[in-house]
């Protein structure tokens, strides 16, 4: 069904499954987030081709073939769907953030980011405060989806508007707008005093934020 509801085919069919199961369906996807190819696929599929063809042909009819990164993403994303019903699959959801896999890390982001809860928060903002900056975007990304609920990261986001990559001030310049009025006033302090991308960032951002020019326009002129 997961599979299911991440194709193109009889997805409503999988999406009103998993609305009649609901929560019984978290134990099973969180297994799934944390599916392992076996040993033997890591070493022997495909098969090398300088084996004997008949142990070739041994080999894929015994072995099945790497499959775990795939049951990893389409459980996310069935995650996703569930929103906060599901924050007992964060910590697994953590791992596929903060992993290697960049296919696997933008759909745990969503589910994160659906999922919202204060748990969720504080993965995105471990992976904001890494060195590793390949996760900055993604986390980032995961608190604009929580909306309002994502205030208790904003200094983190506020420390990304001068980011050396574009596409992470951009990610925190949307997440900042749907935090809204917290972000206002550390917003406008940074258009006051800031320094270079950081304060050109925040400038850009200060107008989306309000909703009367008379907040705005003192700090920027």
């Known amino acids: 069904w997961a599979f299911q509801l991440y194709g193109p085919v009889r997805r409503e069919e999988a999406q009103a499954i998993f609305r009649q199961l609901d929560v019984q369906t978290v134990p099973d996807l969180v297994r799934m987030l944390r599916s392992k190819d076996p040993l033997l696929t890591k070493m022997l599929f495909p098969p090398p081709v300088w084996l004997p063809l008949p142990l070739q042909q041994l080999i894929r009819r015994s072995i099945r073939p ?3 990164s795939a049951r990893r993403i389409v459980a996310a994303n069935a995650i996703a769907s569930l929103g906060p019903k599901a924050s007992a699959a964060v910590p697994a ?10 296919d696997e890390r933008w759909p745990a982001a969503t589910a994160l980011g659906r999922i919202g809860s204060p748990a969720a928060i504080e993965v995105c903002v471990s992976a904001l405060r890494s060195p590793v900056t390949n996760l900055h975007h993604a986390a980032v990304y995961a608190l604009g989806e929580m909306g309002t609920n994502a205030a208790p990261a904003l200094a983190e986001v506020l420390g990304c508007l001068g980011h050396p990559l574009e596409e992470v001030r951009a990610s925190a310049s949307h997440t900042l707008t749907q935090i809204g009025t917290p972000a206002l006033e550390p917003l ?4 006051r005093t800031g320094r270079g991308t950081a304060r050109r960032t925040a400038a850009q951002v200060l107008p989306r934020l309000c909703s009367t020019p008379r907040i705005a326009l ?3 002129l």
């Not at 959801?93 to 960049?102: E, H, I, K, R, Y």
């Not at 406008?188 to 258009?191: D, I, L, M, P």
């Open 218 to 220: 003192p700090p920027l």
């Open 188 to 191: 406008v302090e940074r258009v």
């Open 93 to 102: 959801l953590a791992v596929l953030l903060c992993g290697d896999n960049p």
């Open 66 to 68: 790497a499959d775990a």
